[in-house]
């Protein structure tokens, strides 16, 4: 009933030209990856004019990384909510691990980006997930409740069935180290608990889960086979468009 969600995020890569080179190898393949899946891909913002451009026609998605949480003034090298919308955005990462470890984003940061992304009409994907010194801690549930609650404080259940939540640890970010299919599942079965005490359980059925750390076409047939895994969040294996083109192959059953 949750439609799944594989979204690939460039980081610090692809400009404008090799943004071009990826989409027209990329839509290649679509006729041949499964219907049911939404597919998004988040580009550096320099290069979201022409992603938008080159996919307009197409069902794939833009993001953005990052956006500003105001609204326009003096907030040197910020980009808007508003401006991403001129330009033909759908959706918006916020609260990945890298922009809370590197740039200090906090809980209530995030929170605003969350809340100024739905005054926009822009979907955020709001990225979750513990570090590997809190969950051998045994604080896993306790970092991922408070990051949940506080990400998520006033949004409204409306604004929540546009939510994309990517559950992504922290230590498989990058490492090749990937959650085994069984502690993705726990944590995101912990993860709908916590939106049915929110939203209750008919609203958190509907939202959609993706997991994220280290997804390659060979683990996600496993990942995305769990009952509460909706999609993927992948950073390295979708910077080429076969191996970003098999993991939604191999991950989504139609
Ligand atoms: C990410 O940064 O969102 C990510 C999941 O990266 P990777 O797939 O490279 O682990």
Same mark, same amino acid.
């Given at each position: 009933? &949750?439609?799944?969600?594989?979204?690939?995020? $460039?980081?610090?890569?692809?400009?404008? !030209?090799?943004?071009?080179?990826?989409?027209?190898?990329?839509?290649?393949?679509?006729?041949?990856?499964?219907?049911?899946?939404?597919?998004?891909?988040?580009?550096?913002?320099? !290069?979201?004019?022409?992603?938008?451009?080159?996919?307009?026609?197409?069902?794939? &998605?833009? /993001?953005?990384?990052?956006?500003?949480?105001?609204?326009?003034?003096?907030?040197?090298?910020?980009?808007?909510? *508003?401006?991403?919308?001129?330009?033909?955005?759908?959706?918006?990462? *916020?609260?990945? /691990?890298? &922009?809370?470890?590197?740039? +200090?984003?906090?809980?209530?940061? #995030?929170?605003?980006?969350?809340?100024?992304? %739905? +005054?926009?009409?822009?979907?955020?994907?709001?990225? #979750?997930?513990?570090?590997?010194?809190?969950?051998?801690?045994?604080? *896993?549930?306790?970092? @991922? !409740?408070?990051?949940?609650?506080?990400?998520?404080?006033?949004?409204?259940?409306?604004?929540?069935?546009?939510?994309?939540?990517?559950?992504?640890?922290? $230590?498989? #970010?990058?490492?090749?180290?990937?959650?085994?299919?069984?502690?993705?599942?726990?944590? %995101?079965?912990?993860? &709908?608990? =916590? *939106?049915?005490? @929110?939203?209750?359980?008919?609203?958190?059925?509907?939202?959609?889960?993706?997991?994220?750390?280290?997804?390659?076409?060979?683990?996600?047939?496993? @990942?995305? +086979?769990?009952?509460?895994?909706?999609?993927?969040? =992948?950073? +390295?294996? /979708?910077?080429?468009?076969?191996?970003?083109?098999?993991?939604?192959?191999?991950?989504?059953?139609?």
């Amino acid at each position: 009933m &949750r439609k799944p969600i594989v979204a690939a995020n $460039w980081k610090l890569n692809k400009g404008p !030209s090799e943004t071009e080179d990826f989409i027209k190898n990329f839509i290649t393949k679509l006729p041949d990856l499964p219907k049911g899946c939404e597919i998004v891909l988040a580009a550096p913002y320099v !290069s979201l004019v022409k992603a938008s451009e080159l996919l307009a026609q197409s069902t794939v &998605r833009v /993001s953005a990384q990052n956006m500003s949480e105001h609204e326009n003034g003096a907030y040197t090298g910020e980009i808007s909510a *508003l401006m991403l919308k001129e330009i033909f955005v759908n959706y918006v990462i *916020l609260g990945h /691990s890298e &922009r809370r470890a590197i740039y +200090g984003e906090s809980d209530e940061t #995030i929170n605003a980006k969350i809340l100024k992304a %739905h +005054g926009t009409e822009l979907k955020p994907i709001f990225c #979750i997930g513990e570090t590997l010194e809190e969950r051998e801690g045994g604080n *896993l549930e306790k970092v @991922l !409740s408070q990051q949940i609650t506080l990400g998520l404080k006033d949004v409204t259940e409306k604004e929540m069935l546009e939510t994309v939540i990517a559950y992504e640890p922290v $230590w498989a #970010i990058g490492t090749g180290v990937v959650a085994t299919p069984t502690q993705a599942q726990d944590t %995101h079965e912990f993860v &709908r608990s =916590v *939106l049915t005490d @929110l939203y209750g359980i008919a609203v958190a059925e509907k939202i959609r889960i993706q997991y994220g750390g280290s997804v390659k076409p060979e683990n996600a047939a496993e @990942l995305l +086979g769990q009952k509460d895994i909706d999609g993927a969040l =992948v950073g +390295g294996a /979708s910077l080429e468009p076969a191996s970003f083109a098999d993991i939604i192959r191999n991950g989504v059953v139609e």
